[in-house]
């Protein structure tokens, strides 16, 4: 199983609050990701990250940010959730370097789901 | 449209039997196939990957199938256990981006009954 963490596993909040999904990862990769997930869906990249002080948005807009400040660190911050935002998060870490299969490979969390009243 | 497109979307076979799930893409360049199990509300955990020149692979009672020809692949589950239920992704990369972007299906969800 990865060492990939990710608290809290279900967050039920009401609409306007400020919330913070948390992943960290023991493995020392360089790469993190954050993907959204509905049911029956497939998997949509909303952040990533190539290391330290590097964050980027991914294919879907979403309204969350991200920052990276420890490698072991991908925190995801909502300033206000709306219903809207309801959906299980994904965390996912990989390494930088090393071949094709390297890169690739990427390590899931077991998600949080949020439900946003 | 999606480019990784997973047949059926679901199946629900009995304990003991095998079933195959199909798997079709378009992405292009081609880097790799993984498939994946996702057990509710868990991550998803590698099964196997295949690169172009591989077309079989195998995972204890999964085996994995490429053609990359015609962008197809399969995972076949053989002797089915309870604990096989499950969604099933199929994830093709990309050899185009540094990123090693991944394209998912929307997975098969299999239920395996008693």
């Known amino acids: 199983e990865a060492d990939i963490y990710q608290t809290p596993r279900y967050l039920v909040i009401g609409t306007g609050k400020k919330i913070t999904l948390e992943c960290s990862q023991t493995m020392g990769h360089d790469k993190m990701y954050w993907y959204q997930q509905d049911p029956g869906m497939e998997l949509h990249l909303i952040h990533y990250s190539y290391g330290v002080n590097s964050t980027e948005k991914g294919d879907l807009s979403s309204e969350s940010t991200v920052s990276r400040i420890r490698t072991e660190h991908f925190p995801l911050t909502l300033e206000s959730a709306r219903p809207s935002h309801t959906s299980q998060y994904l965390c996912?870490?990989?390494?930088?370097?090393?071949?094709?299969?390297?890169?690739?490979?990427?390590?899931f969390g077991p998600g949080t789901r949020l439900t946003v009243l | 449209k999606n480019q990784v497109e997973q047949s059926p979307q679901s199946l629900i076979i009995l304990e003991g039997k095998n079933c195959t799930l199909q798997?079709?893409?378009?992405?292009?360049?081609?880097?790799?196939l993984r498939w994946y199990k996702q057990d509710t509300g868990r991550g998803p955990v590698s099964l196997t990957i295949?690169?172009?020149?591989?077309n079989t692979k195998s995972n204890g009672r999964y085996t994995a199938t490429l053609d990359a020809d015609t962008k197809q692949s399969s995972l076949h589950i053989t002797a089915s256990q309870l604990s096989d239920s499950a969604s099933y992704i199929c994830v093709v990369s990309d050899r185009g981006s540094t990123l090693g972007r991944l394209y998912f299906g929307r997975g098969t969800q299999l239920t395996v009954w008693p």
């Open positions: 295949m690169t172009f020149s591989e």
């Open positions: 798997c079709n893409y378009t992405v292009s360049p081609f880097s790799n």
């Open positions: 996912a870490s990989s390494e930088r370097s090393g071949g094709d299969l390297l890169v690739n490979e990427q390590f």
